[in-house]
């Protein structure tokens, strides 16, 4: 369950951010960006979050996930597919000489802050 | 109103671990990262490791785990500096767990410092401790389907060491299986198979370590 400290750290970050913008008020909505390989499970983040932002600026905010994917590159047709799942082979042209990048991303993309 | 933050989420752990490589830098110590599950044979490969390494390189561990003391007691057992670290709970170590682990060493008494991360396949994997190298070690009786199962500590591994290699006849363990998931995820880290026990195929694993701390040091040395 490391979405704990990972939405600990968030929290942190958004006050931060705020902070540093110079607004007050409630936070109404967040966008975060997670990576489909990265380990993070979208819904145990919204759980910890319901769980840590209650005293907080946070409390009420709507928290919106995106899931980056993650791209598959292959060395024999040369293309570029982005996928969900890890993969074994080309979705193109079925060649197993790939590589797999990205989709390991944690982002906090945007906070709406309500004036 | 908006704000456009657009940044990583553990941004405050990792500029935390970026002061630690820094720190670890300028003190010539090189930081290792070991992850793999509770039992994959982290420790043992630890000692085995250090039988092999203990004359040419000044070794220092920092233990992570849940409770408990038996890891740094194995390492003390075989007079190895060592810290360790009780999570109480937490499944990971971060970045400030190691700085203050590392304000109990001397740091110029070290040229190589192992963290043995929390047994952990999933956690560890978001966490830079300001290490040079991760290395992930798998052991056979896990199974080859680990690196599909669990991408995210696979793809950002430096290497992959198989431990208990000498039980592989007896499971259902194919190493071109894992190796062909690592050529996926990580293609430029090396794949060991080992015996730490049994001393198989440690040569080649601690022979490639050390060359990874000469490389480093001798890096600094021109700078």
Request: charged residues 25%; glycine residues 6%.
């Amino acid at each position: 369950m490391h979405e704990l400290s990972i939405v600990e750290a968030l929290i942190e970050q958004v006050q931060e951010e705020v902070r540093r913008a110079g607004v007050e008020g409630k936070i109404a909505k967040l966008e975060l960006s997670i990576g489909r390989l990265s380990g993070v499970n979208a819904d145990s983040i919204r759980f910890a979050f319901d769980l840590l932002s209650s005293d907080t600026i946070l409390a009420e905010s709507e928290i919106v996930i995106h899931e980056s994917k993650a791209v598959c590159r292959c060395n024999s047709c040369r293309s570029e597919t982005e996928i969900d799942d890890l993969l074994s082979q080309c979705p193109r042209c079925a060649s197993d000489d790939i590589a797999i990048d990205g989709g390991r991303e944690l982002l906090l993309q945007s906070i709406d802050v309500e004036e | 109103m908006k704000i456009v933050a657009a940044k990583r989420i553990l941004k405050m752990n990792d500029q935390l671990a970026a002061e630690l490589r820094d720190k670890f830098d300028k003190s010539s110590v090189f930081v290792v990262n070991i992850v793999g599950s509770p039992g994959a044979g982290k420790t043992t490969l630890l000692e085995a490791l250090f039988a092999k390494l203990q004359n040419s390189i000044r070794p220092a561990v920092i233990e992570g785990d849940i409770a408990g003391s038996i890891d740094a007691e194995r390492m003390e057992a075989i007079g190895v500096p060592v810290v360790q670290i009780n999570t109480e709970g937490a499944c990971h170590l971060d970045a400030a767990m190691i700085a203050s682990a590392v304000q109990e060493f001397d740091l110029t008494k070290i040229d190589l410092l192992f963290i043995e991360n929390v047994g952990n396949l999933v956690c560890t994997a978001g966490f830079d401790l300001g290490e040079h190298l991760r290395i992930i070690v798998l052991s056979t009786s896990e199974g080859d389907d680990k690196a599909v199962k669990y991408p995210a500590i696979f793809q950002g591994s430096d290497a992959l060491v198989i431990t208990k290699i000498d039980l592989a006849p007896y499971l259902n363990f194919n190493p071109l299986r894992i190796a062909a998931d690592m050529k996926r995820l990580a293609p430029n880290s090396p794949i060991f198979q080992v015996s730490a026990l049994k001393g198989e195929g440690m040569p080649a694993a601690a022979d490639w370590l050390s060359a990874r701390v000469a490389e480093k040091s001798n890096r600094e040395g021109v700078v």
